[in-house]
């Protein structure tokens, strides 16, 4: 019910303190217990910036708001942040089928301390030379490097388990056609070409409900791929 | 505007019946306070819009689960004549795998947002021989080097040959049998922009990817704009080529279904009448059947976000 002044005041009448604290404390209780919701105005107000600050990671660049999370990093800025895979990593020089197998890419990951169930939308893109190589595989004469996205569903030690699924993955071939069996690389006459150059592209979209990891992860079977560029970005909505 | 701004009493104005009164009956309103009155939690909390950013998402496994290149594998042929073929991405089996939006689909009205996102592990194959098909008569993109023994001439090609994905949707009915190019997208056009040739504008592929086939290399030295050995096409190896497509509607619509299709080879082409458009355009003197895409497995992503 709306607020009601309890004493109203007319000129040429003595004013009492008494009347005028009445009113406020009327007005007092009023507003700590007294206001209906006929009394609000009818049309949405509120704004998440009303509610509550965002928490802003520095390092990880991830800052926390009301509704998600949100957050990028990229190779270059502050820091120079060049990454690499190997298959001196990744354990075999051929073909792998065991997710086990697969190993972080360094500084790709976001951690993020979820309240409620969300759906998390995790962008990445890298630019990677790969190879010169010529090494031992059992699947024909190229060799690939493959990256996707992992997840882990809590940050508790011992509890992280990654989750890979292979068959998102993506591959970049090694440069091959410049290389030479028992005569290594021969320079101009034998150029290498775009074939080592690897460009890779991904969104990864799921939902969580509460602390978990989200980063890239390779398997290779190259000796040695660097990877020159690379930027990451995270969305994540509450549900 | 909140009614409630009224200004404090200063040192040496008069106070009457009405200021006093005005002050308390500020409140005595109904439908009047907001932010700029009271801040509270339990005033909050009825006025949070609960309902996520996110109104859907989906992800779908394209093509097979396969990740090293080893059968099944899925392959996506040339074009050898018009009209040209469009084939959807399927498995190995040959049932096409898309983003199924459900019995109901996605419902969207003005000023939802579609967000999709797709990769796939291709290969060109070409099994022809020799594999050189930017050699056969009428091939566009052809230039010659000479060769720097006074040889023969090479014939080598500008290596602008590609195939094309592109994303098509279902906004008719859960049948997922009226596929159409997504908006800002057009399904290959016979004799394009009042040419001879079939394909697309280029300012109508806003869902597409190229995806470069070969290259061609020469070992030898070049001297002087001449080379001196016979140049030799390299396939590119397996890669992912990737897509991202967005879309904000203006109107009421539903989206059953999306999925990506894959065509070629084409060429872009200048057409020199009419506005003068840029094109991309089929060379069917590529179209062999011994020269395809060859595919394993990928991953489509979408997610609709409403507009506030």
């Known amino acids: 019910m709306a607020y009601s002044a309890p004493n109203v005041f007319a000129n040429n009448t003595p004013l009492s303190a008494t009347a005028v604290k009445g009113n406020d404390d009327a007005l007092r209780i009023y507003l700590h217990e007294g206001v209906a919701g006929a009394d609000l105005l009818s049309a949405a107000w509120v704004q998440t910036r009303h509610i509550q600050q965002p928490v802003i990671d520095a390092f990880s660049g991830v800052q926390h708001g009301v509704t998600g999370y949100q957050g990028s990093q990229w190779d270059g800025g502050a820091l120079v942040r060049c990454q690499f895979g190997s298959a001196f990593l990744t354990g075999k020089r051929y073909g792998n089928t065991d997710t086990e197998s697969w190993e972080v890419v360094p500084q790709t990951t976001f951690s993020v301390d979820l309240r409620r169930q969300a759906t998390i939308i995790f962008h990445w893109w890298m630019e990677s030379a790969n190879g010169p190589d010529n090494g031992d595989r059992s699947l024909g004469s190229d060799a690939h490097m493959w990256v996707t996205e992992y997840s882990a569903s809590s940050l508790l030690a011992g509890t992280g388990v990654k989750s890979i699924i292979q068959p998102y993955s993506q591959e970049v071939v090694q440069s091959y056609n410049g290389w030479q069996a028992n005569n290594p690389p021969g320079g101009p006459a034998t150029p290498y070409s775009i074939l080592g150059w690897g460009n890779m592209s991904g969104v990864k979209v799921f939902t969580g409900t509460d602390k978990l990891a989200v980063g890239l992860v390779h398997l290779s079977t190259i000796d040695r791929s660097a990877i020159v560029n690379w930027g990451i970005s995270l969305e994540v909505y509450y549900l | ?308």
């Open chain 2, 1 to 308: 505007m909140s009614r409630i701004v009224r200004a404090p009493v200063d040192a040496g104005e008069v106070i009457d019946d009405s200021v006093l009164n005005a002050t308390y009956n500020d409140y005595a309103q109904t439908g009047a306070i907001d932010e700029n009155n009271v801040r509270d939690q339990a005033f909050d909390l009825p006025h949070l819009n609960n309902v996520s950013i996110v109104k859907f998402s989906a992800v779908a496994l394209l093509g097979d689960a396969n990740m090293l290149h080893t059968a099944p594998l899925v392959q996506y042929p040339s074009s050898t004549a018009s009209p040209p073929i469009v084939t959807s991405v399927s498995n190995a089996a040959g049932t096409p795998t898309f983003l199924n939006f459900g019995p109901g689909g996605w419902p969207m009205v003005g000023g939802d947002v579609l967000r999709v996102w797709w990769n796939l592990g291709v290969v060109s194959f070409i099994g022809m021989a020799p594999p050189t098909p930017y050699l056969n008569p009428g091939a566009m993109g052809q230039y010659t080097l000479e060769d720097r023994a006074a040889g023969p001439s090479h014939i080598v090609t500008d290596g602008f040959h590609c195939w094309l994905a592109y994303l098509q949707w279902d906004i008719t009915s859960n049948a997922l049998t009226n596929w159409v190019a997504v908006s800002g997208q057009m399904d290959p056009e016979l004799g394009v922009k009042g040419t001879a040739k079939d394909g697309f504008e280029l300012e109508r592929l806003a869902a597409g990817t190229v995806v470069s086939p070969y290259q061609v290399t020469s070992d030898g030295n070049a001297r002087n704009g001449k080379v001196s050995t016979t140049l030799s096409t390299q396939a590119h190896g397996w890669y992912a080529p990737y897509g991202m497509y967005c879309f904000t509607t203006n109107i009421a619509l539903t989206v059953f279904g999306v999925r990506l299709v894959i065509t070629g080879l084409l060429h872009p082409f200048f057409n020199p009448a009419g506005n003068q458009e840029n094109l991309l355009v089929y060379d069917y003197t590529q179209g062999d059947a011994l020269y395809f895409l060859l595919a394993r497995g990928g991953r489509m992503s979408a997610v609709q976000m409403r507009r506030s």
